[in-house]
């Protein structure tokens, strides 16, 4: 955990703000506490669970579709997609200005990682939230990104951050609550939103079980956005792939088929069809910003 000024949180429970409980030995233990008394201890590998009530019905990738992740996107597959998306944060900004940003939906954190790597690059400090559905992504999110605060929470509950108190929230390939990104968003903040294009992963999508992409993606995403958020800006981005047989297999997993199919089943799949290593990736980043009622 970090040792720099935290981003300002606010309890799940009673909305106070929520802040590290101090004094400890172990400072990157600490638990968070809100005025009411609410606490929450970190876990041993650095995250905090923030889930309460009756939990969500959004389902969380399994231990399984993470390790498929983290060991994908290690191999560096995916990185020109997480540079576009550091480059996307960091635009714009004064050198010298401190910075935070949000990464909801973080995953396994290889996406954070590069946005942080550019933001130290380009402010004298930066601090960052990391929230996800799945304590077993955090468990690698947290150790990825030690100088962020790693929270499990639900993205379709109120968010346990303060009101505007965040620079740029990020999201890939992860569900948005456009009124809850608005309250949090600094006015003059930005939403950076990564999301598959039509021919995504074609080669393998129909032997792995893959979802197909929705044609009105586009006009969907800011229907969702709105009336909070308006487009200022989109960046395509093809990325060309050539994978060993784990890797597709890997690749298919980790996404959403991954919830209804086991690797072993995703990988015979694709091994029993004439599958070609060579793979197109293809996305969409698009940057909103607070629309004028919104601000």
């Known amino acids: 955990m970090p040792s720099s000024p935290r981003p300002p949180l606010r309890c799940p429970l009673c909305g106070a703000a929520l802040k590290p409980m101090g004094g400890t030995a172990d400072a990157a233990r600490e638990a968070l506490v809100c005025g009411s008394g609410h606490s929450f201890d970190a876990a041993k590998q650095g995250y905090y669970n923030l889930l309460v009530g009756k939990g969500t019905v959004f389902e969380s990738d399994t231990a399984e579709m993470v390790a498929a992740r983290y060991a994908f996107l290690d191999g560096g597959h995916y990185r020109p997609l997480a540079d576009a998306l550091a480059a996307a944060v960091v635009s714009g900004i004064t050198s ?9 939906g973080t995953g396994t954190g290889h996406y954070l990682r590069v946005v942080l790597d550019a ?13 996800d ?4 992504a955090l468990r690698r999110a947290a150790r990825l990104n030690p100088e962020a605060i790693s929270l ?32 949090v968003l600094r006015p003059g903040g930005r939403l950076v939103v990564v999301t598959p294009r039509a021919g ?12 197909s992409i929705e044609d009105d993606k586009d006009a969907r995403l800011a229907e969702s956005l709105s009336p909070h958020f308006v487009a200022e800006y989109t960046r395509d981005l093809d990325i060309q792939m050539v994978l060993t047989p784990s890797e597709l297999a890997d690749l298919a997993f980790m996404g959403p088929a991954g919830h209804h199919l086991d690797r072993l089943t995703i990988a015979a799949k694709i091994g029993s069809g004439d599958v070609s290593p060579q793979v197109e990736a293809r996305f969409r980043l698009t940057v909103f910003g607070l629309a004028p009622s919104a601000q």
């Open 119 to 131: 933001l130290q690059r380009t402010t004298n400090s930066c601090t960052a939230v990391a929230l």
């Open 200 to 211: 995504h992963l074609a080669a393998i999508a129909v032997q792995a079980g893959m979802l």
């Open 133 to 136: 559905i799945s304590k077993f």
């Open 152 to 183: 499990v929470c639900d993205v379709w509950q109120p968010l346990p951050v303060a009101d505007a108190a965040i620079d740029a929230i990020t999201v890939i390939f992860a569900p948005r609550n456009a009124a809850e990104f608005a309250r």
């Open 96 to 104: 010298g200005e401190a910075f935070t940003v949000l990464d909801s």
